[in-house]
């Protein structure tokens, strides 16, 4: 099965910064998408950013311009630099992942929220005014 392991959340003011990790096994990162997503109390989870095998990211609105995610190849870890962070921020973050495809002569997945279906155990994170 896959395994996902974040780590990094806080509780912080509104203004400041976090930055999460996700430590994935290396077959897990060399063969899966991945993301972040999260949740807050009696809520869907909801798609925050995804940074497909191609290099492509795609971020939710309400995190554009604050939320960076990017990856480690030589660590097989995926982060997430969240700056500016606002109240509304405050959920529990997960760690996402589904199966690569075959996309433009690369594997890869479409740059979007959709099918991740994998998640490890979260990470809260909590701002407050």
């Known amino acids: 099965q896959v395994q996902l392991a974040e780590s990094g959340g806080g509780s912080v003011q509104a203004g400041g910064s976090l930055s999460l990790s996700c430590a994935a096994s290396?077959?897990?990162?060399?063969?899966?998408?991945m993301g972040w997503f999260r949740q807050t109390p009696g809520k869907e989870r909801e798609g925050v950013a995804v940074?497909?095998?191609?290099?492509?990211?795609t971020y939710a609105d309400s995190v554009k311009g604050r939320f960076t995610i990017s990856r480690d190849n030589a660590k097989n870890t995926l982060y997430l630099q969240m700056n500016s962070l606002k109240p509304e921020d405050t959920a529990m973050y997960y760690c996402a992942a589904k199966p690569a495809s075959w996309l433009s002569g690369s594997l890869s997945c479409y740059p979007d929220f959709g099918e991740y279906r994998n998640w490890g155990q979260g990470t809260q994170v909590t701002v407050s005014s």
């Open positions: 940074i497909p095998k191609d290099g492509t990211t």
């Open positions: 290396r077959y897990t990162y060399s063969t899966y998408c």
